[in-house]
């Protein structure tokens, strides 16, 4: 998102700050992302907590819900802090582009 929303001195100041919010917020988009992360490997596996069984067994518990394994469940976990990195930090300029509209 971050190169989506560059900045470009040609633009409209409203437009640069909507840039500059969707950029700030997609960096808290993945930060949320990698905390859920995190806690889900943590929580979902038969052994809890983040040590090395832990980490197995919920990265493969993960991966159960698409039908896979350990593997899956390691994309699972690097491609949902992506997605929500994206829909928060795009909500976020949608939203401030929307307010703008509105005349907020």
Known sequence: MNEALTDDKNLSDN?????AIGRNMTTVGAAIG???SLG??????K???L?????????AALGGIVGGGMTSGIFITVGAPAAVAVFIGYGAYELWK???K???
């Open 40 to 45: 889900a490997v943590a929580v979902w596996g």
């Open 15 to 19: 437009e640069r700050k909507a840039r």
């Open 51 to 59: 040590s090395g069984s832990g980490i197995t067994s919920g990265l």
């Open 102 to 104: 509105r005349g907020n």
């Open 47 to 49: 052994i809890g907590g």
């Open 98 to 100: 929307w307010g703008i």
């Open 34 to 36: 990698n905390a859920g």
